[in-house]
């Protein structure tokens, strides 16, 4: 059983995930939680892994460390992406069953599921047809760590399961306009364009694809839940269940940020799929559902960015 002095190791606790983690599990009153830089301990390689295992003999471990990046990023490096992230994974997923880990909570991402998945995506249709091509080498190695986590439950009996969220947002993320995904790229181009004496912002496309968005700190939640109470089944979507068209999105940024100026569609880029919407009921069903509603969480997150804007971080690739 899981309780409050159980030693949970966090994977990745710097990212814009693991932090929400790390800070939620202090919230409630976890007082064991075991981190590690990847300075300090680099997940690719065995031998480390293997070292740190045998010495911290962690109860619980939450798998939120990943190579990440974004379109051009897993365009360039698709090589990186895939190898990087089976090694990670691997790396935790087997010292932590060799070691008697009781619970292993795997994070990954709606980029798992089929390009044309009908709407709302159900955990089932994994598999079912082909990916998206962009993010492929990442999604084949999330697929990887879902079937890993899948055959431990089956094979050992063990509560390995995995969170698939949708898109993400709130303090530490990224909002680097080259690397950034779309809403803080929004908070970013209107903050600047207000700056500027509120010059017009152009965004990419019609604005009419429909995308929903998760705080991070609603996924944090989510992963309490499956750390204090026994997953059923090895897969979970996690989101709102409700999504909203990018044009909304912007006239939702722009009015929180004050930017006065207008917006240009540039219709020459492209949209993207139509609609990415996570089917959400599967969760809902075990007891959990999100609570932040998308206007206080973007007010939130704004106030992060201008008080941390000069610290923001930029995907690297070495
Ligand atoms: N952000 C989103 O919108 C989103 C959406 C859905 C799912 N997710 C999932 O959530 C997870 C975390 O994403 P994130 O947005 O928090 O990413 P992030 O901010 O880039 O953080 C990734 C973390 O992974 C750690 N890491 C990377 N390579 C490592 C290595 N070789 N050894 C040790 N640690 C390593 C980094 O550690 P250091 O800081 O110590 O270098 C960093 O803390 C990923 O699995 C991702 O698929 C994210």
């Known amino acids: ?73 897993n365009r360039d490096y698709p090589y990186q992406f895939l190898i990087d992230n089976l090694k990670i994974q691997n790396n935790l997923i087997e010292f932590s069953l060799l070691n008697d880990c009781e619970k292993f909570i795997f994070l990954g991402s709606s980029c798992i599921y089929p390009k044309f998945s009908p709407q709302p995506i159900k955990e089932d249709y994994l598999l079912t047809s082909e990916l998206e091509a962009t993010n492929e080498a990442y999604a084949l190695a999330k ?28 303090p530490r993320d990224n909002f680097d306009l080259e690397t950034s995904h779309v809403l ?17 912002v152009i965004l990419w496309g019609t604005g009419s694809p429909m995308r929903e968005f998760l705080h991070v700190d609603d ?55 139509p609609r990415k919407l996570l089917d959400v009921s599967k969760m809902k069903t075990l007891g959990w559902e999100a609570k932040t509603s998308l206007k206080e969480g973007i007010i939130e997150t704004y106030e992060w960015y201008l008080e941390n804007s000069y610290n923001l971080k930029k995907v690297k690739i070495s």
């Open 1 to 73: 059983m899981i309780n409050k002095v159980s030693k949970i190791y966090v994977a990745g606790h710097r990212g814009m995930v693991g932090s929400a983690i790390v800070n939620h599990l202090k919230s409630l009153g976890y007082e064991n939680i075991v981190t590690r830089r990847s300075g300090e301990l680099d997940l690719r390689n065995q031998l480390e892994v293997e070292y740190f295992f045998s010495q911290e003999k962690p109860k619980v471990v939450i798998d939120a460390a990943a190579r990440v990046g974004g379109i051009l990023a």
């Open 143 to 170: 697929i990887a760590g879902v079937k890993a986590c899948e055959y431990v439950r089956k094979q050992f009996g063990k509560d390995y399961s995995s969170l698939m969220p949708t898109n993400l947002y709130g």
């Open 184 to 200: 803080p790229a929004m908070i970013t181009k209107f903050y600047e364009a207000k700056q500027q004496g509120n010059q017009p």
């Open 219 to 273: 996924l944090a939640a989510a992963v309490t839940f499956a750390l204090e109470n026994e997953l059923p089944d090895n897969l979970y979507n996690v989101g709102t269940g409700v999504d909203i068209t990018i044009k909304e999105l912007a006239l939702m940024i722009q009015q929180i940020v004050g930017h006065s100026g207008d917006i240009i569609w540039d219709d020459s880029k492209p949209d993207g799929t």
